[in-house]
């Protein structure tokens, strides 16, 4: 059984990537369009309800900057982004990062920050081109640069990462603080995909270099996008004997230990352990292996 819903992949967009090139279409859709403005922090404006809402501008009224065409709703409404500072006078919104809220948003709203985030730091960190140093320029309604000189094309680039929840023979699962974590602070395991390598063989390096484990009965769980700045975090489950050893790398993990079912619910109860966001899978796959939703976090 996979994961079900994860705060960020949510996808309740048409993107319209077939329309991207067709330059009329973009600009009849960018008349009509909801804007969504995004800073240089990768925050857009947030009206703070009980339940967030992002705050669109119009296109006639939106502050110059890369447009970027973010897709169709159900109602045939179109969304595009724009990386500029945030207005001051847009009323009750306040720049606000998709950490904080995106796991509060409607799908639509998540969807939409989630490509727009995204979007907007790959084209803040693509404005040269890596093989002359010339400046690029945004096309395909803001999905592609190109080159001003060679004519290159660049396409926005993820970062694969496994991340990973390893359980035992005993059923119970292993949690770590990172080394820059303040205490009680815990999670599970992850790190990126190396070139030439499997998803699923970087799950067991990744395990065998970061707390000394040989894991198998690999499982893919699912996966979400996690742009901060341009990660897709690809979940799995594994399983180790019980009573291995752990061997730390005392460069990325702090400290290491084992949880049944009611030691993690005691102590996220107690606060003695601070569970990460529901914004993020690591979570999901937590509250899988319990088998219910967990108390507190370190992150919404």
């Not at 993990?253 to 606060?271: G, S």
Request: charged share 25%.
């Amino acid at each position: 059984m996979t994961l079900g819903w994860l705060a960020l992949a949510r996808g309740a967009v048409d993107r319209m990537a077939e329309r991207r090139r067709d330059e009329d279409w973009v600009a009849a859709a960018w008349a009509g369009s909801r804007v969504l403005v995004v800073d240089e922090q990768g925050r857009v404006p947030v009206r703070l309800t009980e339940r967030p809402e992002l705050v669109y501008v119009r296109s006639r009224t939106a502050p110059k900057g890369e447009r970027i065409l973010l897709g169709v709703d159900e109602d045939k409404i179109a969304y595009f982004a724009v990386c500029a500072p945030i207005p001051e006078d847009l009323p009750d919104a306040e720049p606000t990062g998709l950490r904080r809220i995106g796991a509060l948003l409607a799908d639509v709203e998540s969807t939409l920050m989630t490509q727009a985030v995204a979007m907007a730091a790959w084209h803040s960190a693509h404005r040269f081109c890596p093989r002359c140093g010339a400046p690029t320029k945004a096309i395909a309604a803001g999905h592609v640069r190109v080159c001003t000189v060679d004519g290159g094309e660049q396409y926005p680039r993820l970062d694969p990462a496994v991340i990973m929840l390893v359980a035992d023979t005993d059923d119970r699962v292993l949690l770590a603080r990172g080394v820059s974590w303040p205490e009680r602070r815990a999670s599970v395991l992850a790190g990126f995909i190396e070139p030439g390598e499997a998803m699923e063989q970087a799950v067991a390096r990744e395990v065998k270099e970061e707390v000394g484990l040989d894991v198998d009965d690999i499982r893919y769980m699912g996966s979400q996008p996690w742009p901060m700045p341009q990660s897709l975090m690809i979940g799995f489950s594994c399983r180790t004997e019980a009573g291995a050893r752990l061997k730390l790398d005392k460069a990325e993990i702090v400290e290491a230990r084992w949880y049944t079912r009611d030691e993690l619910k005691a102590a996220a109860l107690n606060q003695d352990l601070l569970l990460p966001g529901r914004v993020s899978i690591a979570r999901q796959l937590i509250e899988h292996w319990y088998g219910a939703d967990l108390p507190g976090s370190w992150g919404l």
